[in-house]
Every structure is written in structure tokens, then in C-alpha cells.
């Protein structure tokens, strides 16, 4: 008898302790266990609770790279660079490394891939005016395009920190920059990643390899039944297998947070 009450005092016990109170400080053992230097956000569109690994590098703006393509297809669809995410534009013979941008691309196709030459066509169509109002609009980041409008997102001149970014994406989620309505449908549908019963992840990809250190990045949000959750996260890439990093160190994050 005694050595049951025993048993359910400890098992009383041990329901009331955190499932994580075992562990440190947010994400600190997974980012020095793997010698990465780099932050991590996440925040509730609920509640505005936050987890946040580093914040003072959360603060500091990086090249966004391919994490611009979110902002981008927004305003070359509104800004009619093409009519839909199906309307393809013709490759131009230049062969690149990336197998899968050496072919004819629409809007659907590249996005996934990340597929940089279109996207350079779809800026030339734009044009630099329509970039900085919307820039402003959004308020992104340093909001400069500088000399080059096919290249400012990629070579250092336009920068975003990751707590900007996470206002950039609740913006969009809540689709408060007044872009058409079709427009944002788009986006949200290109951008998901990964879809189960419990969740949905929307997101985006970016390297920075024109500037130094090389930046990585991961940055969108998770639908979960009971909430929305925005992330971003930026890492020092030293070399190119460290890519896989950047979705792993979220997908790890989002797990801590008790979110996965």
C-alpha cells in the first residue's frame, strides 16, 4: 500500500513539471551542439508570445536573398510583370548550376525552386520606382534597391533583420498592404512547404552568397489548429552543406517551442 502511494505522489509530481524544464535556455544546446552562429524568432499572432534565440542579432539587418521572392511575387503579380502564377516566361539558353532553373519558369514553378533568373526578369519588368514605393509601404527593412534593380536583394543593398521580417509576414498573413486579394491567395499557396492534419508550414528559403559572412535563412509561419506561429531565422553559412541548416534549425525550434 505504501509503496503505491509512493508511486502515485510521483507520478502526480512529475505531470506537474514542464515537459522541457530539463532543458536550457531556448535553443542554446542545439546551436552550440552544432556550432551555429545565428537567431531564431517566433511569434504568436494570437498572443504576440515570443521565443527567440539571440536577440540582439534578431535586431541586426542581413541581404535577404531569396526570402525577398515572398514580397516580390506580390508586387510583380499586382504590378502585372505576368498575369497569374501559370504565366511562363521563356529560359534564355544560359545554363546554370541549379538543373532545375534551366528551363522555361512561371511563377508556381520558380518559386519552389528558388530560381533566380526569373525573378531578375520579373524586377526588370517592375521597375525601381514601383520597388521603393512598395518598400516603403512595407516598411522592409532598409528599404534601398540600389544600383541594380535584378540584383539588390542578392549583392548587400537591400537588407531586413529577422524580428523585420516577422512583421513583414504577420502584414502579409493579414493582408494589410493592400495588395488584390487574388494576389495573396498566390503566395500563401506557393509557399507551403509542408501539410499534415495538425499543421500547415508556409515558407521561404534564402542564401546571401554575394556578401560576407554568407547568410542563410528560413522564414514563414506555421498554421496549428489553435494558432498561428511566424518565424525567422538567420545563420553564418562558412560552407554550402551547412545550407541544410537553416529549415533544421527551425523545424528544431518550432519542436522546442512545443509547437511540432
Same mark, same amino acid.
Given at each position: 500500500?505504501?509503496?503505491?502511494?509512493?508511486?502515485?505522489?510521483?507520478?502526480?509530481?512529475?505531470?506537474?513539471?514542464?515537459?522541457?524544464?530539463?532543458?536550457?535556455?531556448?535553443?542554446?544546446?542545439?546551436?552550440? =551542439?552544432? #556550432?551555429?552562429?545565428?537567431?531564431?524568432?517566433?511569434?504568436?499572432? +494570437?498572443?504576440?508570445?515570443?521565443?527567440?534565440?539571440?536577440? /540582439?542579432?534578431?535586431?541586426?539587418? $542581413?541581404?535577404?536573398?531569396?526570402?525577398?521572392?515572398?514580397? #516580390?511575387?506580390?508586387?510583380?503579380?499586382?504590378?502585372?510583370?505576368?498575369? *497569374?502564377?501559370?504565366?511562363?516566361?521563356? @529560359?534564355?539558353?544560359?545554363?546554370?548550376?541549379?538543373?532545375? @532553373?534551366?528551363? =522555361? +519558369?512561371?511563377? /508556381?514553378?520558380? $518559386?519552389?525552386?528558388? &530560381?533566380? @533568373?526569373? !525573378?531578375?526578369?520579373?524586377?526588370?519588368?517592375?521597375?525601381?520606382?514601383?520597388?521603393?514605393? !512598395?518598400?516603403?509601404?512595407?516598411?522592409?527593412? #532598409? +528599404? /534601398?534597391?540600389?544600383?541594380?534593380? *535584378?540584383?539588390? @536583394?542578392?549583392?548587400?543593398?537591400? +537588407?531586413?533583420?529577422?524580428?523585420?521580417?516577422?512583421?513583414?509576414?504577420?502584414?502579409?498573413?493579414?493582408?494589410?498592404?493592400?495588395? =488584390? /486579394?487574388?494576389?495573396?491567395?498566390?503566395?500563401?499557396?506557393?509557399?507551403?512547404?509542408?501539410?499534415?492534419?495538425?499543421?500547415?508550414?508556409?515558407?521561404?528559403?534564402?542564401?546571401?552568397?554575394?556578401?560576407?559572412?554568407?547568410?542563410?535563412?528560413?522564414?514563414?509561419?506555421?498554421?496549428?489548429?489553435?494558432?498561428?506561429?511566424?518565424?525567422? &531565422?538567420?545563420? =553564418?553559412?562558412?560552407?554550402?552543406?551547412?545550407?541544410?541548416?537553416?529549415?533544421?534549425?527551425?523545424?528544431?525550434?518550432?519542436?522546442?517551442?512545443?509547437?511540432?
Amino acid at each position: 500500500m505504501k509503496h503505491l502511494i509512493i508511486t502515485a505522489i510521483s507520478i502526480l509530481l512529475s505531470a506537474a513539471i514542464p515537459a522541457n524544464s530539463n532543458k536550457g535556455p531556448f535553443l542554446r544546446d542545439y546551436m552550440r =551542439d552544432n #556550432n551555429i552562429t545565428g537567431t531564431v524568432v517566433i511569434e504568436s499572432l +494570437q498572443t504576440n508570445k515570443k521565443f527567440v534565440y539571440d536577440e /540582439k542579432r534578431a535586431a541586426v539587418r $542581413f541581404t535577404p536573398a531569396s526570402t525577398f521572392k515572398i514580397v #516580390n511575387t506580390l508586387i510583380a503579380l499586382q504590378e502585372k510583370a505576368v498575369n *497569374d502564377e501559370n504565366e511562363i516566361i521563356k @529560359w534564355d539558353g544560359r545554363v546554370s548550376e541549379f538543373a532545375d @532553373w534551366n528551363r =522555361d +519558369q512561371s511563377i /508556381k514553378s520558380a $518559386f519552389g525552386v528558388s &530560381c533566380v @533568373w526569373f !525573378y531578375q526578369e520579373l524586377a526588370r519588368r517592375v521597375g525601381n520606382g514601383a520597388y521603393m514605393s !512598395y518598400l516603403k509601404r512595407m516598411n522592409y527593412g #532598409n +528599404q /534601398k534597391t540600389g544600383e541594380h534593380i *535584378d540584383t539588390f @536583394w542578392l549583392d548587400g543593398s537591400l +537588407q531586413i533583420s529577422a524580428l523585420e521580417q516577422i512583421s513583414v509576414l504577420k502584414n502579409i498573413y493579414n493582408e494589410k498592404y493592400g495588395f =488584390d /486579394k487574388k494576389n495573396y491567395e498566390i503566395l500563401k499557396e506557393v509557399m507551403i512547404v509542408d501539410r499534415t492534419g495538425d499543421y500547415i508550414v508556409r515558407a521561404k528559403t534564402g542564401t546571401a552568397m554575394r556578401v560576407k559572412p554568407v547568410t542563410g535563412w528560413y522564414v514563414g509561419y506555421i498554421e496549428t489548429k489553435g494558432d498561428v506561429w511566424f518565424f525567422a &531565422c538567420n545563420i =553564418d553559412m562558412e560552407r554550402p552543406e551547412q545550407s541544410k541548416l537553416r529549415k533544421e534549425t527551425v523545424y528544431r525550434a518550432l519542436r522546442e517551442a512545443g509547437l511540432l
